[in-house]
């Protein structure tokens, strides 16, 4: 009897080791396309519904806090916040909106590692002002004021260093301005005048000691008629503003990294590396071999990445680009803004796809994000 047990199960242990495992797959990406909370695979081709969309309920919107935190707004009878556990798809509540409706800017922005920064409307849908959540506490607070009629609150958000400043955009009549608000009373301390004609600003930085706020402004835009051109300087308290940099230039944008006190700024065929103190120039970087530039990232270690829609380069303390890589013609759509992620060392472009920076391979996103509005990084790979 002995043998025959141990027979039968020497038999179905064998079996066993013979059947095929269940198969599984990597994700590194959460999006939400078609209204569904989606993982991403690693190759970027395969989606993986954490939570359908039904009649009565739609995601609107992620974002990854930089503690690792997966944070979504889903709309079914009124708008809630959630964080969302990947893995297995449980979600907290952190806040219900009840007649306010909210969502995440184009690209996600955070106060502090636990405050997010939303846009919310009333129930007749319109602009409601700016709101910080705590993803922590559920606390929820107006940081920026609702407009009038004339004035909607834009999609750029902008904190100061310290977090107790906010500069945002404002959409006037087919053009935009300027607005700065204290964060810890949610009113506004100045905002261009329409009359000065400071329109068509094409990016905006914190100086180091957040007293200040350079912005730059095209003049060769179509929709920047009334604008001055030049690297200008704001107070940051009263707005009071002058010429910098760049007279009667057309500037395409600025960067700045206020903990090294520098800036870039594109002035048409080189981005030039000024001292944010006294905006001497430190070196130049020719765009012939990038194309237009997109994104400038100030990294640790005087590390520097500057990407184009051709291409992206690593620059050094001194300028010289040491390492570069080259993007496919078309790769890159510019729907959505750039990300970079330091524990991956890779930059991910839009819905477009990713650059491995430590081996230059590209992932193209596929079918699975082509609906989405953002993708973003998971704090880790799940197995599913």
Known sequence: MRLRTTLLLAILGL???????????TYRYAAVPDGDLCL???????????????????????????????????????????????????????HDGGSLGFNMPDEPTWLTPEVLLLETWDKDGVDAGKYAANIKTGAWRRVVPRQNDEWTSGSVLVPSPSGKLLATDLDVTAAEWLSVSEVASGRTLWRTNPKEG???????????????????????????????????????????????????????????????????????????????????????????????????????????????????????????????????KGFYDGSVGLKYSASRDAVMYGRNGVLDLKTGKITKFGRAVSDATNVEWLSKDVVH
């Open 198 to 328: 400071m329109e068509g600003f094409s990016g905006m930085t914190w100086s180091r000691d957040n007293k200040s706020l350079f912005v730059s402004f095209l003049i060769d835009n179509e929709m920047a008629s009334g604008s001055p051109g030049g690297l200008w300087k704001f107070d940051a308290l009263t707005g009071k503003q002058h010429l910098w940099k760049y007279r009667k230039r057309s500037v395409d944008g600025v960067w700045g990294s206020p903990e090294r006190g520098l800036l870039a700024v594109d002035v048409g065929n080189r981005l030039e590396f000024l001292r944010m103190d006294d905006g001497k120039l430190l070196f130049k970087l020719p765009e012939s071999n990038l194309g237009s530039v997109i994104e400038v990232f100030f990294l640790g270690s005087a590390r520097i990445l500057v990407s184009g829609d051709r291409g992206l380069a690593e620059v050094n303390a001194s300028g010289k680009a040491v390492r570069t890589y080259t993007l496919n």
């Open 15 to 25: 079996a066993l080791s013979r059947a095929p495992s269940q198969a599984t797959k």
């Open 40 to 94: 991403i695979s690693a190759d970027g081709n395969t989606r993986l519904v954490l939570s359908a969309n039904t009649a009565d309920m739609d995601w609107e919107g992620i974002a990854v806090s930089p503690t690792g935190a997966l944070i979504a707004v889903q709309n079914s009878a009124h708008y809630r916040l959630y964080e969302i556990d990947p893995k297995t798809g449980k979600m907290r509540l952190i």
